[in-house]
């Protein structure tokens, strides 16, 4: 997808002040970001325990990877400001409805045969850092679109508080995921959550790796 120049130095450079307070005013540590491919198709699985996940996902791609975006799908409330939607647009998410959201789904599938995209499997927030189901849809758009899939585990970011100094926190990037056998399967339920089984097992070995 082309994303002017512009825009992308707009994303490094707030992403300059958020690695300033997540890595130098605070103690936030990144395993694996070896892992992370350089172009292509890229789902970034994560559980999902702080409001702090979705920039410190985007900063850890950056250090890695300088000027390239990260996008993520986000619920369609937090755009209802139109000063903080075009923040958040401007910095790669975009609004998904509740439920079915065709015109979301959509352009998520064009998004993962170029991009690296954030998702968050259990759809929704654990405060506890506890690790929940994964969502059905999630196995179905792995098997739909074939990205390389990297698990990912965040530990400890529950915690932080801002502003806060020397907090400590953990984001653990694996290996990409093989789901060759499965994707030989039917398209159907069973195989979709096989598919997302596997990737919460694997999230879930990240965060025993914390």
Not at 33 to 42: F, M, N, R
Not at 55 to 82: C, D, G, S, Y
Not at 92 to 108: E, I, N, S, T, W
């Amino acid at each position: 997808m082309h994303v002017s120049f512009l825009r992308r130095c707009w994303v490094m450079f707030v992403g300059v002040f958020i690695a300033f307070y997540a890595f130098v005013c605070n103690r936030l540590e990144v395993v694996g970001s070896e892992h992370l491919p350089d172009e292509g198709g890229v789902l970034l699985a994560s559980n999902h325990i702080s409001g702090y996940d979705t920039v410190f996902l985007p900063i850890t791609v950056f250090r890695q990877h300088p000027f390239q975006m990260v996008w993520a799908p986000a619920k369609e409330e937090l755009f209802e400001n139109k000063f903080l939607g075009f923040l958040y647009r401007s910095w790669g998410a975009f609004p998904v409805k509740r439920g079915r959201d065709v015109r979301a789904g959509k352009h998520l599938g064009q998004l993962l045969q170029t991009e690296k995209v954030m998702l968050f499997p259990e759809g929704t927030r654990n405060k506890e850092g506890k690790l929940g189901k994964g969502n059905r849809g999630v196995g179905k758009l792995i098997y739909d679109h074939r990205p390389t899939v990297i698990p990912t585990a965040l530990s400890g970011i529950n915690k932080w508080r801002f502003p806060g100094f020397g907090q400590r926190g953990l984001i653990h990037f694996g290996a990409p995921l093989d789901f060759s056998d499965l994707l030989k399967l039917e398209d159907c339920k069973e195989t979709h959550l096989l598919i997302v089984e596997r990737l919460m097992a694997a999230i879930a070995d990240g965060l025993e790796e914390a």
